[in-house]
């Protein structure tokens, strides 16, 4: 059975930073694209970053780059995302999940994965 769980938000003050985490069982990284998402309330989920150990890929969203970074450790099974420079506009649910493939064939870029985490929160505050 795939899952994902989510771990690392909370509370930080903007210009904080936070590690989120994604860990992965029921599968291996290797034929996978693994994506970062977050939905705040009242708006669309949006794909914020995504990883594919599959090619060496990797996405970002033009509102998160050069504040956020993705890498995994597949000997943990394990996602991150290092949110660096954080606003009060990053508050939202983030979630991770799964598609075969990689993050640009993939698609993750539609927003469709075949597995998801339940999300956690991060706060921001001005």
């Known amino acids: 059975e795939v899952q994902l769980v989510e771990s690392g938000g909370g509370l930080v003050q903007a210009g904080g930073s936070l590690r989120l985490s994604c860990v992965a069982s029921?599968?291996?990284?290797?034929?996978?694209?693994i994506g970062w998402f977050r939905q705040a309330p009242g708006r669309e989920s949006e794909g914020v970053s995504c990883?594919?150990?599959?090619?060496?890929?990797?996405y970002y969203a033009d509102s998160v780059k050069g504040r956020f970074a993705i890498s995994s450790d597949n000997a943990k099974n394990t996602v991150y995302l290092q949110m660096n420079s954080l606003k009060p506009e990053d508050t939202a649910v983030y979630s991770c999940g799964a598609v075969r493939g990689d993050c640009y064939s993939s698609s993750y870029l539609d927003g469709v994965m075949d597995s998801w985490g339940e999300g956690t929160l991060v706060t921001v505050s001005s």
């Open positions: 029921g599968f291996t990284f290797d034929d996978y694209a």
């Open positions: 990883i594919s150990d599959s090619d060496g890929s990797t």
